[in-house]
């Protein structure tokens, strides 16, 4: 085939229109990384408050969200309530410093998880569930026993043992006394109620607490063998005697009781301890909130922006929290039956078609409730504050994409791309700006992520349509406590103490200049990928409840392989609920969102469908979209209220879609737009004028973002092959600008037209990323730079001055190497322990002939690299590719490189664990492992059984010619 190649933007045409300015968009503390600032025990002062903070500032944070956590032991003096007078005055301190440092500041509505609770949430307000009784009766017998049910105690405390205090607390005088106090506690009969009157709650740790209690009864009814169904409940008197006798035939009686979970606010900050609220309560989230409108009375709050909410993180506890009072009342309004007359279908062990729609129902009130009774309050309370909120919404019973829809911010977490979309698509649809995410959380084991690793993580989460990273996270820390000072039990630690912390800025960088397109425009995908949350909600399940957490749950279904297909393949799309669908017109053939347009709506053979989002489906259609249908039409409805009324209408309204084959595909014709159905899903898209981004096949991964006259792409190559070659783009452009976001390069870019389709040259190392800007018309400026070999690569050796610069617990001695490799093998006391920075320096002459540049490549390092040339400082490297491109004009006949190497944290950290010393010294969960084989015998985390890491500058270095 002869290919059609016009080159639209060359070096000429660049020299032909002149120069022009080419700008990186504007850096604000929004565009910069944030991080998660845990302030142990809220033992933070004014002094230590302002130097962390500047700190932070100088490494290109901007900005910080507070969460309250527990304390560190042996600062029991220093500790601050949760949001008294002492505390309300230091959060105005770090307000006020934030504004003088251009920083930013959420916190946490809450002390740890989950969201809500503490002192001031008593039985009424906290976290419900419910539990049963039955009795099989038959005509003319009573039951005789009384009609009760007594809650047994139980108590899971996750603090620390008796038995590590000795390690763990050696130099401090108070801590062990008040562990060992709080350890005698075995079991929930040796604890007051209400729980906040106990002592010590900090050394207690409390997960999950049930006191001894009889249970109020909710509703006891009898179900007769012919369908006949008895209310009994106003039969039973207040010692629990019911006054009723079996009519004639065979009945079973069940009696339902309201329970309290239990569940407690987890690793809470001293004077946030106690009960969690129910989620499902509007009265309980605003008896919450009011604790917080006190103490913000006579506080300048105006410079907090906003509020945060993690994960939902009620039921990792014993049970599912699964009831609030009400409920009858709002299950009948909601599902237009009463429940009452159907608890045997919804308990049922053995499930049938009823039962499965009958739970249904049950699931969705549990879900409208969520949303409606606590995440709308929520928004709603903080907006009246003038402030924004952002929330983690998933891992929760409810329709995720509906609570990440009436917040400001949508959050996510982890590492899955598809976990990711489920935040970015209610942002991107509902024209939200930002998505966040919680960043880095377990990358590896302690001390063993580096700023490479982080990097590589943050670009997924650009590619999965996440604009603002907060990191997780950073530890307040006196300035004076000594090395590693105060951590949190979760990795990474972005900590000033961190050797890292020197190349931290670079990454920080990086994420700000990626963030600040990011953050411009508006999303540019094709499709909407219909959520299933009703097949879901009908499965049957361990539990009661199912929660929502991206492809948990999906991950046997056509939903989740349509979604991996078209990740893996290019094709850009978002999530949709049937709630978000409701917002969608059409406009010809395109669908309009609050966010941008898409092109088509895909449903992955999806089983049930709500018949609102039938009608709307179908009212789409005869506007003029392109429905697809992948495999089968939807069969019904969910839920067994009015269902046979509702069921008749679906079932009429998809009799009138007539579908006719053409090809491979049937379609079926709507007004002006059609329902198109097959099981050949790129055929599919194909017929409803979708494209894949054609990168994907080169290796590459990329996100679209619209912006006038063109668009933004971050591409980035996640492969382990370098890609140095022509790539073409889903939109057209007459040019291109090339962003090194990296290097803070940028140019005009080699753009040619091949068939009709826009190719733009692109060279990534793997692991590299770039932004490409595009435009409808030809752009001006300087021609991004190419290189490309010129000749073979020359190893640069001789002799190598090490010295060590910052770090410690000492500094070694400079040595002279003849070999590049680990620092950790020079024959040297004190090198294996040492975490820091080291100089390798060498000097070297010009390599012999003629080339404008030069690449220095490094080989191997641990972990990241700063590069200085004859006094010029080329950048900072984090790896996996450690290359720099040197301009000629850098060299001279004899040429000085020094290379600054900076490792973990972990060979310090084994010197530690060698010594014997107490670093790890907190409350609750102290420092678990995230492996099992670095759990010492006490439970806790323990590096003794390490190697020390390898360190350095490992080469080999090379320097070759480029042209």
């Not at 300015?21 to 845990?38: D, F, G, L």
């Not at 900090?202 to 063998?225: C, E, F, H, R, S």
């Not at 200049?513 to 540019?524: A, E, I, T, W, Y």
């Not at 590719?881 to 001279?892: D, E, F, G």
Request: overall charge neutral; charged content about 20%.
């Amino acid at each position: 085939m002869i290919k059609k190649i016009i080159y639209t933007t060359s070096l000429l045409s660049v020299l032909i229109h002149g120069q022009a300015q080419i700008k990186w968009p504007a850096v604000t503390p929004v565009t910069k990384p944030w991080t998660r600032w845990w302030w142990l025990g809220s033992a933070v002062d004014p002094k230590n408050l302002t130097a962390n903070m500047q700190q932070y500032a100088e490494v290109g944070l901007g900005g910080l969200e507070i969460t309250p956590i527990y304390g560190v032991a042996g600062y029991e003096n220093k500790f601050v309530d949760y949001l008294s007078p002492q505390w309300m005055q230091l959060l105005t301190h770090t307000l006020n410093e934030a504004k003088r440092l251009n920083m930013q500041i959420d916190m946490a509505t809450g002390s740890g998880w989950p969201f809500g609770g503490g002192p001031l949430i008593g039985d009424a307000d906290a976290c419900k569930d419910f539990v049963y009784k039955t009795w099989a009766v038959k005509a003319g017998e009573t039951i005789k026993e009384p009609i009760a049910f007594e809650q047994q105690p139980y108590l899971n405390a996750i603090g620390n043992t008796l038995a590590d205090l000795k390690n763990t607390f050696p130099n401090t005088s108070t801590a062990p006394a008040i562990l060992k106090e709080a350890q005698q506690i075995k079991d929930a009969d040796k604890l007051v109620e209400p729980v906040y009157a106990n002592k010590n709650l900090q050394a207690l740790a409390i997960d999950q607490l049930k006191y001894k209690k009889n249970l109020p009864l909710q509703v006891i009814m009898a179900y007769g063998d012919n369908n006949q169904t008895i209310d009994l409940t106003s039969k039973v008197d207040r010692s629990g005697k019911l006054t009723w006798t079996a009519p004639a035939g065979n009945w079973t009686v069940y009696a339902l009781f309201m329970g309290w979970h239990g569940k407690m606010v987890e690793r809470a900050a001293p004077g946030a301890e106690g009960n969690a609220i129910d989620h499902f309560s509007e009265a309980a989230i605003k008896k919450y909130l009011s604790r917080f409108d006190t103490a913000f009375v006579g506080n300048d709050l105006s410079h907090l922006r906003g509020f945060f909410n993690d994960s939902y993180e009620v039921d990792d506890a014993r049970g599912q929290s699964n009831y609030t009072p009400g409920f009858f009342d709002e299950f009948k309004r909601r599902r237009g039956y009463d429940l009452k007359l159907y608890l045997p279908q919804l308990l049922a062990k053995q499930r049938d078609e009823t039962s499965l729609r009958v739970l249904f129902d049950y699931r969705q009130t549990m879900a409208d409730l969520l949303l409606e009774k606590f995440t709308v309050p929520w928004h709603n309370w903080a907006q009246a504050k003038g402030k924004i909120v952002r929330n983690q919404s998933h891992g929760s019973p409810a329709n995720i994409l509906d609570c990440y829809g009436v917040v400001d911010i949508p959050e996510t977490e982890g590492t899955e791309l598809l976990r990711f979309k489920f935040a970015a698509s209610a942002a991107h649809i509902l024209n939200k700006q930002l998505a966040s995410a919680e960043a880095a959380t377990w990358l590896n084991e302690h001390f063993k992520s580096n700023l490479g690793d982080v990097k590589n993580v943050i670009d997924k989460y650009f590619i999965g349509g996440v604009n603002h990273i907060v990191y997780h996270g950073t530890s307040y820390s006196p300035m004076n406590d000594p090395w590693p000072g105060w951590l949190f039990y979760a990795a990474v630690h972005f900590q000033p103490i961190h050797p890292f912390w020197k190349d931290f800025g670079t990454l920080n960088n990086y994420v700000t200049r990626c963030q600040s397109f990011l953050q411009s425009g508006k999303p540019d995908n094709d499709i909407l990928l219909y959520f299933p949350f009703s097949d879901h909600n009908s499965e049957p399940g361990r539990d009661l409840l199912h929660h929502y957490d991206g492809m948990k749950g999906f991950e046997q279904t056509d939903f989740n392989k349509v979604a991996e297909d078209m990740l893996q393949k290019g094709y850009a799309f978002d999530f949709i609920s049937d709630k978000q669908l409701e917002k969608v017109t059409a406009i010809g053939s395109l669908l309009h969102t609050p966010g941008g347009n898409y092109r088509t709506i895909v449903l992955a053979n999806t089983k049930y469908l709500p018949l609102a989002t039938l009608e709307k489906l179908v009212t789409l259609a005869k506007y003029g979209a392109k429905i697809i249908v992948y495999k089968n039409m939807p069969g019904g409805v969910p839920g067994f209220g009015q269902l046979e009324t509702r069921q008749k209408h679906f079932t009429d309204i998809t009799a009138t879609l007539k579908f006719v084959s053409e090809g491979a595909l049937q379609k079926a014709t709507v007004g002006k737009g059609a329902f198109i159905k097959g099981e050949d899903l790129s055929a599919l898209l194909t017929a409803a004028s979708v494209n894949a981004e054609p990168m994907y096949g080169l290796g590459l991964q990329c996100i679209r973002r619209n912006i006038s006259g063109g668009h933004y792409y971050f591409i980035s190559n996640a492969s382990t092959t370098a890609v140095s070659k022509w790539v073409p783009l889903n939109r057209k452009a007459a040019s291109a600008i090339l962003f090194d976001p990296m290097q803070e390069q940028s140019g005009i870019a080699r753009t040619r037209i091949v068939n009709g389709v826009t190719e733009v040259f692109v060279q990534l190392q793997p692991g590299e990323s770039c932004v490409l800007q595009t435009s409808n018309t030809i752009l001006k400026g300087n021609a991004y730079r190419y290189y490309t070999p010129a000749g073979t690569a020359s190893e640069i050796k001789g002799k190598w001055t090490l010295r060590f610069m910052i770090g410690g617990p000492d500094l070694p001695k400079t040595t002279t190497l003849t070999r590049l490799g680990s620092w950790t093998d020079v024959p040297e006391p004190m090198v294996k322990e040492f975490s820091g920075t080291a100089q390798y320096s060498i000097e070297f002459p010009k390599p012999a002939g003629t080339a404008p540049a030069y690449v220095l490549d490094l080989g191997k390092v641990a972990w990241s690299a700063e590069v200085v040339l004859n006094g010029k400082n080329l950048g900072t490297l984090l790896g996996p590719v450690y290359r720099v491109t040197i301009p000629a004009s850098l060299l001279k006949a004899d040429n000085e490189l020094y290379i600054n190497v900076t490792n973990g944290m972990t060979n310090r950290i084994l010197d530690l664990e060698k010594q014997g010393v107490a670093w790890k010294k907190f409350y609750n969960v102290n420092f678990p492992s995230r492996l099992a084989e670095n759990r010492g015998a006490d439970g806790v985390f323990t590096a003794a059984k390490w190697e020390y890491e390898t360190s350095g500058l490992l080469g080999p270095v090379t320097i070759a010619p480029l042209k």
